[in-house]
């Protein structure tokens, strides 16, 4: 089994993060009426809502751009290290109208901008400067030949295609539904109430894992109740053994998470 493009989008769970998140209004002598904690730094928050609407919502776009235009190149870690800009999110859905106004706001253009936007010359000099850059990923696992498809830009297409080695998938072996069933549950890694990672089936049958209150996150079998999660391939989550596992652990470089099954 591999991870396509069309079954990321039916399972990721990113369209509704855009919930609208008000800038600080301004007091009349020209403070803002708060400032925030990460002040000079833009407000996490506001840097995830523009990635988050740039999936889809222009017209949200527009307003925070026009009030804050650097937030045309705001990123964002969905998990794990699954980073995606502003524009990364407008190329990997096709929306030609968002990256535009990205673009145009000083978004830096990058090769899978490029290839979404049908520009083949982009392309070329991409990879000619740094052969090989076509194999690598974007946000989400998602392939360079994927955002060609998703802008139907046809001269990138071919051309991609050509090189037989733009459009990588992720690895998911088959998982019985024994393991499945095994793995399912929710683990404690501290204290707080949430400090629990969840690990479940959505709707739509994907595995998934998610941090109570975050992002759900899709979980790609390597084999032997080893996985990784979706846009970050580095990552390990490995499953104890057993009828009923009693324990995962995450391996993310020196960071290892160690959490026990609650329920």
């Known amino acids: 089994m591999t991870l396509t ?6 399972t990721a769970s990113i369209a509704g993060l855009g919930s609208s998140i008000s800038l600080p209004a301004q007091a009349s002598s020209g403070q803002s009426t708060a400032v925030p904690q990460s002040f000079p730094s833009h407000d996490p928050a506001v840097s995830r809502e523009m990635v988050g609407v740039s999936h889809g919502n222009v017209a949200r776009v527009r307003e925070l751009v026009s009030a804050r235009p650097d937030l045309a190149k705001a990123s964002w870690d969905w998990g794990f290290g699954d980073w995606e800009t502003a524009l990364g999110a407008a190329s990997h859905v096709g929306n030609r109208e968002i990256a535009a106004l990205l ?13 979404m936007l049908g520009q083949l010359a982009t392309v070329r000099a991409f990879i000619a400067a740094s052969p090989g850059v076509q194999r690598v990923k974007g946000p989400h696992g998602i392939s360079l030949l994927s955002h060609a498809r998703a802008g139907q830009a046809v001269d990138v297409i071919d051309y991609l295609q050509s090189l037989g080695d733009a459009d990588p998938q992720y690895r998911n072996a088959d998982l019985s539904a024994a393991d499945r069933t095994a793995i399912l549950g929710t683990y404690g890694y501290g204290p707080g109430g949430t400090e629990r990672l969840n690990v479940l089936v959505n709707p739509r ?56 099954r609650v329920s």
């Not at 493009?5 to 039916?10: I, T």
């Open 205 to 260: 049958g994907s595995l998934m894992i998610q941090r109570e209150g975050g992002v759900e996150r899709n979980l790609l079998h390597q084999g032997d109740r080893v996985f990784h999660p979706s846009g970050a391939e580095a990552v390990r989550i490995r499953f104890a053994a057993g009828v009923t596992s009693a324990q995962l652990s995450i391996e993310d470089g020196p960071l290892v998470v160690v959490a026990s």
């Open 5 to 10: 493009r069309r079954s990321f989008l039916a």
């Open 103 to 115: 673009i145009a706001a000083g978004a830096p253009v990058t090769i899978f901008s490029a290839a």
